[in-house]
């Protein structure tokens, strides 16, 4: 069982900026996909950004293009979603995900594509 743990969610006012991170233990399975999702009240999780660690090939929803940016350490096995110029619209619980799949154009949206998720963490844009 991979345990994904998300930090860096919080409070902050429109045009600002976050960043979370996701520890993803790394002695567990070799994982070949990364993602961030997220998910507001009364919505359907959506997919953010994902990552294919073969390539470091990187995909974005396009209403995130050009200001959320997604990257890993893998010294320290973690994942992060830099976002700049927040929006009260990004407003959400956002999760990290991993599998041990491939992830290509479509199906990195899919939550049904990944096998390992974190609690989550709340990021509120006001």
């Known amino acids: 069982h991979v345990q994904l743990v998300e930090s860096g969610g919080g409070s902050v006012q429109a045009g600002g900026s976050l960043r979370l991170s996701c520890a993803i233990p790394?002695?567990?399975?070799?994982?070949?996909?990364m993602a961030w999702f997220r998910q507001a009240p009364g919505k359907e999780r959506e997919g953010v950004a994902a990552?294919?660690?073969?390539?470091?090939?990187?995909y974005y929803a396009d209403s995130v293009k050009g200001r959320f940016t997604i990257s890993r350490d893998n010294a320290k096995n973690t994942l992060y979603l830099q976002m700049n110029s927040l929006k009260p619209e990004d407003t959400a619980m956002y999760y990290c995900a991993a599998t041990t799949r491939w992830c290509g154009e479509s199906s990195w949206k899919r939550v049904s594509h990944f096998d390992y998720w974190g609690q989550g963490t709340q990021v509120t844009v006001s």
């Open positions: 790394g002695y567990y399975v070799s994982i070949d996909c």
């Open positions: 990552i294919y660690t073969g390539s470091d090939i990187t």
